[in-house]
């Protein structure tokens, strides 16, 4: 069993001989120094309101760890500060207050009640803990949120405080708001509830209104961040936005936005190093998961790739997509793992978008997903380097056409994609569509141990998001402009046409099993 993260007040374990995705085929027992818990299925699961500085031991599934609890400075309630819960009292003065007054090493405890709140902002060293029935509901009136401006300039320094969809830019800030800050914590059994719907959020939601939409959460160039246990919900925009930060842990979460909600994303890794997400569960109105490295003329500034990325142990439910890249990728992306997840009814699973004009300022490469479950899925597997989504530059001939074209800063490029170990049953419009370009084909997609199945029932439908495309129904892996194309134990039941197409593949292995 091992350890992910351990606080003052709480642990989060995953379990290693499991061999399910996200969670086992059977109920298990947890018991803490002999003492029955609770039944368990998630392959990754925490245990809360334990003691500091206090020895444990668990048992659960057949494995067993033994870890003592760090001590802590000192935990304060933040209802000594004043704050009511009620739901309707301001109790944000009563935050900021006990946020402030807290010494290093020190957590703010937030019982159970409805805490009414406008945006908070962290300091390091601090731990904000939750306790089941803990609800911070955000108040959905924008005039009462500040604005975080894209550069604040001092002589010759200046800073990057806000940002939006791969660019600076003024945001609102959001209601778990970090700066700057190194080794905070948001932890507990608690509910954080962006309350988006009670507002205006939506409304034009694609143009901006004194400043571009919060998120639930923003960590702005923060080191040593773990959100853990809590569930997040009804976020103005993405849920959770780790930004130009190291050290990410985001452990055993919900993430929840209604699915017809516009580009409300659950996590966005954006320009980070070191991100761990597991046991995260997301059901959502655009992305699940969405990594990210800047626009072409952001990615000249800071030079930025998004890499150590690991996801594992994930169910991602409702969304456009379960993993995916871009389309603000001109950083680079880098060594990424998906493991042990189940996409179940996303749109498209695995997907990389991007065109013409994101630039090659970095490489997007050295993507491995393994041992992956996809129920349901449109299109199991997108490379799409035409993505016309987004601002008007998107669907100009540039974009668009298959004609080489020479290649320049603007040109992106990709490199190599390894799927092993998968399932993807109930396929709907083809089992995978790879669109390069012909003057920066993609380098490499590997497949190994793959298996596909379809839905009859659903409709034909576009693969991706392309200014020229046609709609297909039970289509097999498609490749264009693609230097290397391993298959490997690929096998169909049930596809429309011919298992692979290949148009401009420079070099194709097939072995046993296809």
Request: aromatic share 10%.
């Amino acid at each position: 069993m091992k350890i992910l993260a351990l606080t003052y007040k709480s642990i989060t374990f995953e379990l290693e001989k499991s061999s399910s995705p996200y969670e086992c085929d059977n109920e298990f027992d947890i018991y803490l120094n002999g003492a029955f818990v609770r039944k368990e299925r998630k392959n990754v699961f925490s245990l809360f309101g334990l003691k500091a500085d206090c020895k444990y031991s668990v048992n659960a599934a057949g494995e067993s760890a033994m870890f003592k609890l760090p001590p802590i400075y000192a935990e304060v309630n933040v209802v000594s500060f004043g704050a009511k819960g009620d739901g309707i009292t301001d109790d944000t003065p009563a935050f900021t207050a006990a946020i402030n007054c807290l010494p290093k090493n020190s957590a703010l405890y937030v019982p159970a009640g409805i805490y009414f709140l406008k945006p908070l902002f962290l300091k390091s060293g601090t731990t904000v803990y939750l306790e089941k029935g803990a609800i911070l509901l955000a108040n959905p009136n924008r005039e009462e949120y500040p604005v975080l401006p894209a550069l604040v300039k001092y002589g010759d320094r200046e800073l990057n405080i806000g940002t939006w969809q791969g660019e600076e830019a003024d945001c609102f800030a959001s209601l778990i708001t970090a700066y700057n800050l190194h080794n905070i914590k948001i932890i507990g059994e608690g509910i954080i509830d962006c309350n988006a719907p009670s507002g205006d959020w939506y409304v034009n939601h694609r143009v901006k209104r004194g400043a571009w939409r919060p998120r639930g959460m923003f960590f702005n160039r923060c080191k040593n961040v773990l959100v853990q246990g809590v569930t997040v919900k009804n976020t103005p925009s993405w849920n959770i936005h780790p930004y130009f930060c190291k050290n990410v842990s985001l452990l055993d979460l919900y993430l929840e936005n209604p699915p017809s909600m516009p580009t409300t994303d659950g996590i966005d890794a954006d320009c980070c190093n070191g991100v761990n997400i597991a046991g995260v569960k997301i059901s959502v109105g655009d992305d699940c998961i969405a990594i990210k490295s800047g626009t072409l003329d952001f990615a000249k500034k800071y030079n930025t790739p998004c890499r150590n990325i690991i996801i594992r142990n994930c169910f991602m439910l409702s969304g456009h997509g379960g993993v995916v890249f871009g389309s603000e990728l001109s950083g680079g992306i880098k060594n990424v793992n998906v493991a042990k997840s189940v996409f179940f009814g996303t749109d498209r699973g695995f997907r990389i978008k991007t065109r013409r004009g994101r630039g090659r300022i970095g490489t997007v490469g050295g993507v491995n997903f393994s041992d992956i479950k996809m129920q349901n899925v449109k299109v199991p597997f997108v490379i799409n380097m035409y993505y016309n989504m987004g601002d008007e530059n998107g669907h100009t001939e540039y974009v668009w056409t298959t004609e080489k074209l020479p290649v320049d800063e603007r040109t992106p490029r990709l490199g190599s994609f390894t799927f092993k170990n998968m399932e993807c049953s109930g396929t709907g419009y083809c089992a995978g569509a790879f669109y390069g370009l012909p003057e920066s084909p993609i380098e490499s997609v590997a497949f190994n141990n793959v298996k596909f199945s379809y839905d009859k029932d659903c409709s034909a439908g576009e693969p991706d998001m392309r200014e020229k495309n046609s709609a297909l129904k039970n289509a097999g892996l498609d490749f264009h402009f693609v230097k290397k194309v391993l298959l490997k134990k690929v096998c169909f039941e049930g596809q429309n046409g011919e298992k692979i197409l290949l148009d401009n593949v420079q070099k194709i292995i097939q072995k046993e099993g296809n």
